[in-house]
């Protein structure tokens, strides 16, 4: 209930001081100046859905600004349609167009994705400009802003519509950034072939993030249109989406909170580089902060590295500027490139992620409760043991190049048991596991899953068949805590449509989620960690939160990568036990391992292999004994 009063109350205290300014301010500037507050406040929202929490830079969404900022004005204007209708089309196009950018761009990643986007954005400023029988080119285009239910939209009514939907749209993210949908886009950035391992779907959920964020870039357009009520294609370049990117990192990145307050830092910025006592005053402020970060190095006897003294340096090249340069405004593009690079660097959580760890160690906000764990017969329900063939590899082959990491392997998984799969380093075991759990798609041979034919070249359909499966490195997505790690897999637990969870009406669905992800950490011994960011725990924890992240997918058979490998012997000890449990269910097993103690508890059959063939096939106590395997893997005694 703390938690609730105090991160809810202080939105509504900010939501109503900002409504109630136009009671007591009537001065035009101002209000238009808080009205492109709450324009830019939607427009860095969406943005931060793609640089936040993807982790991708993304450069087009000025162009959505301007795309949307048309189509509002055409709608309005040769449309005749309303003020809200014309809103609604320019969250519609930029949806669409959003998504058609999203689907080729985002099979690129980190230098090329961010040229698919620049170069979206110099198209749609180029064809804003050349298409002047539609938008007027560079004459520009006129625009009457429409009336609201009969009402004339006077600035302090059109700034409380601005300020509302705002208010909307961060209600609404705030309902999807707390859902799986959240965990889903922060895991991306993490990793996104673990990801698709659990099922998640990587490029569905990307796809949909970019298009979302790109539809309140429009929204944040179509308002833009009726506040300045002419529009020219030049104002939406790419020197605007540097300054739009300067205010999502200053502001902070996955923060509501840091997307406002960008806005406000780049709604003033342009007043502030004209004034030039104000641009002095702002420059040595921040020429100060950056000497107090090293001032509190030393203090500490930390090591001076280079994100404490460059923004030092940054900041004093604005502040020796700000006296120097007779007009700042022309150096606004190299002004702006300084802020930029000293927040990156000197700053990476931004103001708002640098408050928040603050005031949650001043506070010491109490996390929110749990529910009590589900029964784990519910999360992991018993599974048939028959001994019936579940998993065949029929003369499997994975060829690089002239290398047969895998050749000719034809192998047997039944139902129940625990399958070893062992071999010296280089014999195609994790080449084997990485073709069957579709990260690899196979040179020839046949996969078969109860006989039908298993998907090959795709994590993502591979686990829905009902596959999971562990790394031999670590996959785990580390700045999620234990509990979000296990929530992000939970297979059959997630059926609530995105447009409903927006709204606030998957609470119970999370709930749910929660006590089913308690249950399987208590069954790997992990409870008491359940708040503990995964990047944190001890390498043994992380070995079996990875497990139970796999188990969460209610797997038919799962696939244990090395699961002992770097564990003492009392965690390898442990490891068997759990393994024993999870086996106790039904579940069956390939086991991949080096060692030979662990393969010889719990094993029913161990298959060898060797240069991508198999050597020997059997139970562990002959394998051991058998001379092949002697040669190539055990070695004489």
Known sequence: MKRFLLIRGAELAALLALAAIPLLVANPFALGLLTLLAIYGILLIGLDVTV???????????????????TSGLLAGAGGLGILPALAGSFMVCLALGALLALPALRLEGPQFALATLSFGALAVTVLNEWEGLTGGAQGLSIQRPALLGQTLDAARFYWLCLLLLALVWLGMKNLLSSQWGRAFEALRDSPIATDAMGVGAYRHKVIAFAFGSALGGLAGGLYSFNFQYLQPLSFTYELMVILLLGVVLGGRKSLWGAVVGAAFIVLLPNLLSNPVMFRVFSIAGLLIAVMGVIGGIKARTALRFQTLAPVAAMAMLAVGSFT?????????????????????????????????????????????????????DVLPMQNADGAVLLQLRDLRRHFGGVKAVDGVSMTVRAGAVHGLIGPNGSGKSTAVNVISGLYAPTGGELLLDGAALATGSLYRVAGAGIARTFQNLQLFGALSALDNVMVALRDTYKTPWPLVLLGLARGEERKAQADALALLQLMGLHAQTRTPARDLTYGAQRLLEIARALARKPRLLILDEPAAGLARPDAQQLVEIIRRIHGRGISIVLIEHHMDVVSALCDTVTVLDGGRVIAEGAAQDIK?????????????
């Open 52 to 70: 936040g929490y993807l982790g991708q830079i993304n450069l087009a969404q000025a162009a959505f600004l301007g795309i949307g900022a048309y």
């Open 325 to 377: 340069v007779e007009h700042t405004e022309d150096w606004r593009r190299a002004i702006f490139a300084l802020m930029l690079f000293s927040v990156v660097v000197g700053l990476p959580e931004g103001l708002m992620g640098y408050a928040a760890m603050t005031l949650t160690r001043l506070l010491r906000v109490p996390a929110a409760p749990l529910p009590p764990a589900s029964a784990l017969d």
């Open 625 to 637: 004994r058998d001379p092949k395997v002697i040669a190539a893997y055990l070695g004489a005694a």
